[in-house]
């Protein structure tokens, strides 16, 4: 009885950990997007698009930026998903409430491990500015403790 009650309070606090990194996430996504928006390209009739042009274009970071921010706003907002339904699990911890929890768990690591590609990538490109770097961060990290967590879920049984 014990170990089960110290696994539901480990994964309350993955949880609550997840939730604040992904809130981070979207917040830092949601700033890059909304730059993308104000700041991209306007093509009129007459504008001739440059030679190596992205439509996924974002005006700071590098070539793999676009990817980078699309896949890490939507790995957030599963994530956030997640939390919610893995608050559902922790409060009445039963066989009944584990699958709904620990497949969206599972479809948002796999997310965010899509999106910690492309961070991987954008670091490799090295042109970025300091709120991207802590995108990547804490995608990398969330990456570590999403999987934490759903192992944790599954320990109890």
Not at 92 to 117: E, I, R
């Amino acid at each position: 009885m014990a170990g089960n009650a110290q696994m539901k309070s480990y994964a309350s606090m993955l949880l609550l950990l997840n939730f604040c990194m992904y809130a981070i996430v979207l917040g830092i996504g949601g700033w890059a997007m909304n730059t993308a928006i104000d700041h991209g390209f306007i093509i009129g009739p007459e504008f001739q698009l440059p030679a190596h042009f992205s439509p996924v274009y974002f005006p700071m970071g590098n070539a793999a930026t676009g990817f980078f921010v699309l896949f890490a706003l939507i790995a957030g907002v599963v994530g956030v998903a997640s939390v919610l339904s893995g608050f559902n699990h922790i409060r009445f911890w039963s066989n009944d409430t584990l699958p709904a929890a620990a497949s969206v768990a599972t479809l948002a690591w796999t997310l965010t491990l899509l999106a910690m590609g492309f961070a991987c990538k954008e670091i490799e490109l090295q042109i970025r500015n300091a709120r991207l770097r802590t995108m990547e961060a804490f995608l990398i990290i969330l990456s570590a403790t999403q999987l934490l967590y759903i192992v944790v879920i599954h320990a109890r049984h």
